[in-house]
């Protein structure tokens, strides 16, 4: 069974530059895209991104211009980096594998891990 | 960026079916079959429970089930459980570059 963890600072100062990274369990990266999704308080998710295994990543448009996601399969982990963070950036931040490539769903997802911007 | 609209909360009690809308567009929800629905009891990992509107993945159990109809899609679940209590999220393919559009969100109550 394909596991997912997601892990990284819980808080992080406005301006600054948040980080995190998914690490896979149970199973290879290889023939999947893999994604981040986040959900701010009282909203609902939102997808951020997502990286084939081979390394090409596509991003929500609306936030192209700060995020950055990057994948290593040797180690079976993915990061996240937005930088210039604010409190709208604040937000559970999840990773998930989407099913496959001709679909637009998402069959394994971590927990979710709580990312607050605050000074 | 706009959600699927679900309704806030729908209840039942054990036994009982409930269905669960979830409203969009021709550009989402009413053009494709990728609508999927998700399972989501506080601090666990979303489960998936629907793919491409009415597909189980293996391991989720028939008494859910989902279906659409123009720009809505539905999941029902039938013989409510103490367990279903949870909240649910639909997620659909959408004609632009942000690719997904997601639901509003509806939590489900088990009386």
């Known amino acids: 069974q394909v596991q997912l963890q997601e892990s990284g600072p819980g808080l992080v100062k406005p301006s600054e530059t948040l980080s995190l990274t998914c690490s896979v369990s149970?199973?290879?990266?290889?023939?999947?895209?893999w994604s981040w999704i986040r959900q701010p308080p009282g909203r609902t998710l939102e997808w951020v991104g997502y990286i084939f295994y081979s390394g090409i990543a596509t991003y929500n448009p609306f936030l192209k211009s700060r995020v950055s996601i990057s994948i290593d399969t040797s180690r079976n982990q993915m990061s996240l980096t937005v930088t210039s963070v604010t409190t709208a950036d604040t937000a559970i931040y999840y990773c998930a594998r989407r099913r496959s490539s001709y679909g637009y769903d998402f069959d394994f997802w971590g927990q979710g891990t709580l990312v607050t911007v605050s000074s | 960026q706009s959600a699927l609209t679900q309704p806030a909360s729908v209840s039942g009690s054990p036994g009982q079916s409930i269905t669960i809308s979830c409203t969009g567009t021709s550009s989402d929800v009413g053009g494709y079959i990728y609508v999927s629905w998700y399972q989501v009891h506080p601090g666990k990992a979303p489960k998936l429970m629907i793919y491409d509107v009415h597909n189980r993945p293996s391991g989720v159990s028939n008494r859910f089930s989902g279906s659409k109809s123009g720009n809505t899609a539905s999941l029902t679940i039938s013989g409510l459980q103490a367990d279903d209590e949870a909240d649910y999220y639909c997620i659909s393919y959408v004609r632009s570059n942000t690719l997904f559009v997601f639901g509003s969100g509806t939590k489900v109550t088990v009386l």
């Open positions: 149970g199973g290879s990266m290889t023939d999947y895209y």
